[in-house]
Nanobody, 126 residues
Framework: QLQFVESGGGSVQPGGSLRLSCAAS????????VGWFRQAPGKKREAVSC????????NYADSVKGRFTISRDNVKNTVDLQMNGLKPEDTAIYYC???????????????????WGQGTQVTVSS
């Protein structure tokens, strides 16, 4: 079973920044397309951003374009999400996951995907 550990969440004021990190246990993320997803209370989990395995192609939800940046750190074996200009509506639990390598077209998990980690809480409020 795949295992992910998400970290870097916290509480910030609107306009603040956080950097989330997704680490994998037992395998290298550099050979996989990876995505960040989030789930706010009472809402469905939604895609935030994905990054392809080798091409570096990225995909962002419209709501975070220009504010969030996804990147890889192959030395640390992580996929990071730099979040700037945070808004209260960004408040959610953030998760990472493997995604099909069609990032150029869509950012989503495969049907039936169930290897979600614990996530990391991001709270944006004044």
């Amino acid at each position: 079973q795949l295992q992910f550990v998400e970290s870097g969440g916290g509480s910030v004021q609107p306009g603040g920044s956080l950097r989330l990190s997704c680490a994998a246990s037992g395998f290298s993320l550099r050979y996989h397309a990876v995505g960040w997803f989030r789930q706010a209370p009472g809402k469905k989990r939604e895609a935030v951003s994905c990054i392809a395995d080798s091409s570096g192609t990225t995909n962002y939800a419209d709501s975070v374009k220009g504010r969030f940046t996804i990147s890889r750190d192959n030395v640390k074996n992580t996929v990071d999400l730099q979040m700037n200009g945070l808004k209260p509506e960004d408040t959610a639990i953030y998760y990472c996951a493997l995604v099909p390598d069609q990032v150029w077209r869509i950012c989503t998990v495969a049907p039936g995907y169930d290897d979600w980690g614990q996530g990391t809480q991001v709270t944006v409020s004044s």
